[in-house]
């Protein structure tokens, strides 16, 4: 009983932690739509040109929230599909915290950011070369997306979007934290042997999962020698924290979510791959 407690306690805490995200989130969306959207408008192609390298400092920063911001910012069309890779690949959520409090190297921590932040500002460019859109993107009104009517005033529709957000988040991560619990380490460690040369494709999926605890589990797998640098890359390049989460609850393309993880997937593994060919260390 109190490890289910213990496991509620944890997923309150995480959800709380990414609260005022989300709404700080929603209230610049509701402002950028209503109050500046026309001008923004104009601008917004300009901005997004060097978005991937914004988009790549953001998230090496060590919090969830930030690809959860990114990825309301791309529904709304408020950023690129470019600048939202970059943040996915560059976010570090809870892997930074785990390698301080493990007393890890100062320069092996440099490296792994380093690595993650020039992963997503150079695939963020690219794929915006790719994937840019011709025709014009306006910035889309946010209860039009939902379906819903909250014409209730910038802080009000915030407050709703806020809290239906919050509860999602609860729920889904509730499940997950069970799961990892009950599935964890001990499984994990027996099927990613160092040497397994399709390791970086299972880390690869372990950092889809939509949740901070994925990131910890693989950061202490590689600090345990249970991993190579190369699966720990593939996989902390892929997870997004709960950024998945939002895209998939907002976002109405299915297509287009799954085309976004097939992104992630394919340069996590494309990169861990080379680091474990090439056997880099760090």
């Not at 989130?25 to 040109?49: A, C, Q, R």
């Not at 998945?244 to 990169?271: H, M, S």
Request: aromatic share 10%; charged share 20%.
């Amino acid at each position: 009983m109190s490890e289910f407690l213990d496991i509620v306690k944890d997923t309150l805490i995480d959800g709380l932690k990414l609260l005022p995200f989300l709404f700080i989130t929603f209230i610049l969306m509701e402002l950028l739509e209503h109050k500046f959207g026309d001008k923004l408008n104009n601008k917004l192609k300009k901005v997004n040109k060097i978005g991937p390298i914004f988009g790549s400092m953001l998230g090496i920063i060590p919090q969830c929230g930030i690809s959860a911001s990114a990825s309301n910012f791309y529904i709304t069309r408020v950023i690129s599909l470019g600048t939202l890779i970059s943040v996915y690949l560059s976010t570090s959520d809870e892997m930074l915290p785990i390698l301080i409090g493990h007393n890890a190297s100062i320069v092996l921590i440099i490296k792994i950011l380093l690595v993650k932040f020039i992963t997503g500002l150079v695939f963020g460019f690219i794929i915006d070369l790719i994937f840019r859109k011709k025709e014009k993107e306006d910035i889309k009104d946010f209860c039009e997306l939902e379906d819903c009517d909250c014409n209730h005033g910038v802080l009000k529709s915030s407050i709703i979007h806020t809290l239906k957000t919050f509860l999602y988040i609860l729920i889904i991560s509730f499940l997950l934290n069970l799961a990892m619990f009950y599935f964890g380490e001990d499984l994990l460690s027996k099927i990613l042997m160092k040497n397994n040369p399709f390791g970086v494709i299972i880390t690869s999926l372990i950092g889809l999962i939509p949740n901070c605890s994925s990131s910890v589990l693989l950061t202490e797998l590689y600090l345990n020698d249970i991993i190579s640098i190369g699966k720990l890359l593939s996989g902390v390049l892929v997870n997004a924290g709960v950024g998945l989460l939002i895209l998939f609850r907002f976002n109405k393309n299915k297509k287009e979510n799954f085309k976004i993880i097939g992104i992630l997937l394919a340069i996590g593994v494309l990169v861990g791959f080379i680091f474990d060919i090439l056997k880099i260390t760090f």
